[in-house]
């Protein structure tokens, strides 16, 4: 995994945990208990010291207990205007309401983190926030001019280099298409010879498919290739020389597409060999010879463990059991015990708030959290969202993983940005670093699993 990767990735995990360390079930069990004693006979919770109120509403954010974390916060701005975390509180129910997807009243919060405490990382945070939730409501020029106000006010800000890439994009999204080239080039001057120079010209590539270009997508991808460096960015050697493949096939250039896209190493793990190979099908083309590989190292490292489990519940939802260790393996290597720092839980780190809207459907009404850790409890639910997913997205597995890990209304988007509707399409549009990784991991894991298993799980 490349520097950028691991650094957004850090930088999603701080997003997410900003507000509190992994606070684990046994603290969130205590200060359950301690609001429950913390409340006067009609159920309203009572001041508290302002480190407290801030305490629990760490927890809580942490565990994605929303509303009760937006109810210390409260209690915190009504009755401490002048406490320490006062930017948090107001950044942490904007985000509180961001993740429920209320977009526009997480704005209100974040206009107000902005307004009052600009020079804090909260502040920070908040426009960069703002702009994400004007994106998710369609609002791109204004996202494209929140982003930009960004780059004015914090021009050395931690997200600074992304407020670049996130203007493209709006700005693309607004079909103001000649405004957004002018950014790539901003940004292309701006940090020339750094990743971002890289992940501007690939934002341009993303958009040249998306008008049908492609001529205009293969000299793209021509000037990404001599730039011969695609260490800490967005896309890779491969995955560049794929979709210029692509665009080759799209003008009738079939023999140059057939010499690009087997100039693709076949590594079983690799996500775009398999898709080359497949193409290469596609053309009556001969396929690239699969990278030697031992057999018994793969089974070791890919087990289907919970087949019965997984045959009961996943199969008859039209999902491909296999796909679903593809993602077991991913969350959680098969601990049935995980728990990540967002409070997933879990064989397939279900949050609560997701596995509250399926657990009836499953047979499981009464739900609390910890029973999240039962396998069969988890599978039974986990397969109900995932059938979900695939329903959505069309049976388009790399969205139903796009949107396993980055959201719904994130992979609908990206999915609405893809022309065409090919897996690879969609997959280049993946627009956060975290998310693009997992899609790669999972389909990488997905594909060694049909080579070893049969739908039924058993070995071939």
């Not at 997410?16 to 046994?26: P, R, T, V």
């Not at 107001?90 to 600009?118: H, N, Q």
């Not at 990278?291 to 070791?300: I, W």
Request: contains cysteine.
């Amino acid at each position: 995994m490349n520097k950028l990767i691991i650094n957004l990735i850090i930088v999603f995990i701080f997003s997410i945990n900003i507000f509190a360390q992994n606070y684990g079930d046994k603290t969130l069990a205590d200060v359950r208990e301690k609001d429950r004693t913390s409340r006067d006979e009609k159920g309203k919770l009572l001041t508290l010291s302002a480190s407290e109120h801030s305490f629990r509403a760490d927890v809580y954010m942490a565990n994605r207990v929303f509303p009760n974390a937006r109810e210390h916060w409260q209690k915190l701005i009504e009755n401490y205007p002048n406490d320490v975390n006062m930017p948090k509180a107001f950044m942490g129910i904007g985000r509180s309401y961001m993740w429920e997807r209320e977009y526009a009243l997480a704005i209100t919060f974040f206009d107000d983190a902005i307004k009052t405490f600009p020079y804090t990382k909260e502040g920070r945070e908040s426009l960069a926030f703002k702009g994400a939730c004007q994106v998710r409501l369609g609002k791109n020029v204004e996202a494209a001019k929140t982003y930009e106000q960004y780059t004015i006010m914090y021009p050395t800000g931690e997200r600074i280099e992304t407020s670049y890439l996130n203007i493209i994009d709006a700005l693309r999204e607004a079909k103001k298409y000649d405004d957004a080239n002018l950014w790539v080039e901003k940004a292309r001057q701006r940090f020339m010879g750094l990743p971002t120079e890289t992940n501007a010209l690939f934002a341009r590539m993303r958009m040249e498919f998306f008008q049908q270009k492609f001529d205009k997508v293969i000299v793209t991808a021509d000037t990404l290739k001599a730039l011969n460096d695609f260490r800490d960015t967005m896309t890779s050697n491969d995955e560049v020389t794929y979709l210029k493949a692509f665009a080759l096939e799209k003008i009738g250039r079939t023999n140059e597409a057939i010499a690009v896209y087997s100039s693709i190493p076949n590594n079983i793990t690799s996500y775009y060999a398999g898709l080359a190979q497949d193409r290469l099908s596609s053309l009556n083309a001969p396929k690239i010879k699969l990278t030697s590989y031992s057999v018994n190292g793969l089974l070791k490292d890919f087990p289907a463990p919970y087949r019965n489990e997984l045959l009961r519940y996943a199969k008859p939802r039209g999902i491909d059991p296999r796909f679903v260790l593809a993602i077991m393996k991913q969350e959680s290597t098969f601990r049935p015990t995980a728990k990540s720092p967002a409070a997933a839980r879990g064989l397939l780190q279900l949050v609560l708030d997701t596995a509250l809207k399926y657990n009836k459907q499953a047979g499981f009404p009464n739900l609390k959290d910890d029973e999240l850790y039962n396998p069969t409890i988890n599978i039974a639910i986990g397969s109900i969202y995932i059938g979900e997913l695939k329903k959505e997205f069309d049976n388009l597995y790399e969205a139903v993983a796009a949107s396993y890990n980055g959201g719904e209304d994130n992979a609908a988007r990206w999915l609405n940005r893809s022309k065409p509707k090919d897996p690879a399409i969609f997959t280049a549009e993946v627009g956060f670093a975290e998310s693009k990784a997992y899609v790669f991991k999972v389909m990488g894991n997905y594909r060694v699993y049909r080579e070893l298993y049969t739908e039924d799980l058993m070995r071939k």
